[in-house]
């Protein structure tokens, strides 16, 4: 069983940067594909980005594009997510989540496994 804990989360002010990070334990991180999903208060989730197994692919919703970056670390068992400029509308709290599938995807129904969360709030 996969276990994944979020640390990272804060109070930021408009154009702050924060990096997220997401440990696993349980099993070895590189058996999956691993993505970032948020939920803003009163919004449904939204995912934000993913990462395949290998590493090689990315994608990110249109709302982070250019500002937000994916990344993993296998041989520490950890994912992160660089958060750049940030927004008031960035406000939410972030999940990270792991899937069987290989590729990159951000479907939350793809995900066999989720972190508890942590809090980002963009504010002055």
């Known amino acids: 069983q996969l276990q994944l804990v979020e640390s990272g989360g804060g109070l930021v002010q408009p154009g702050g940067s924060l990096r997220l990070s997401c440990a696993a334990s349980?099993?070895?991180?590189?058996?999956?594909?691993i993505a970032w999903f948020r939920q803003a208060p009163g919004k449904e989730s939204e995912g934000v980005s993913c990462?395949?197994?290998?590493?090689?692919?990315?994608n990110y919703a249109d709302s982070v594009k250019g500002r937000f970056t994916i990344s993993r670390d296998n041989a520490k068992n950890t994912m992160y997510l660089h958060m750049n400029n940030l927004k008031p509308e960035d406000t939410a709290v972030y999940y990270c989540?792991?899937?069987?599938?290989?590729?990159?995807?951000?479907?939350?129904?793809?995900?066999?496994?989720w972190g508890k969360g942590t809090l980002v709030t963009v504010s002055s």
């Open positions: 990462i395949s197994r290998s590493g090689v692919s990315t």
């Open positions: 989540a792991a899937t069987v599938q290989a590729m990159c995807v951000m479907g939350r129904y793809d995900m066999d496994y």
């Open positions: 349980g099993l070895p991180l590189a058996y999956y594909g």
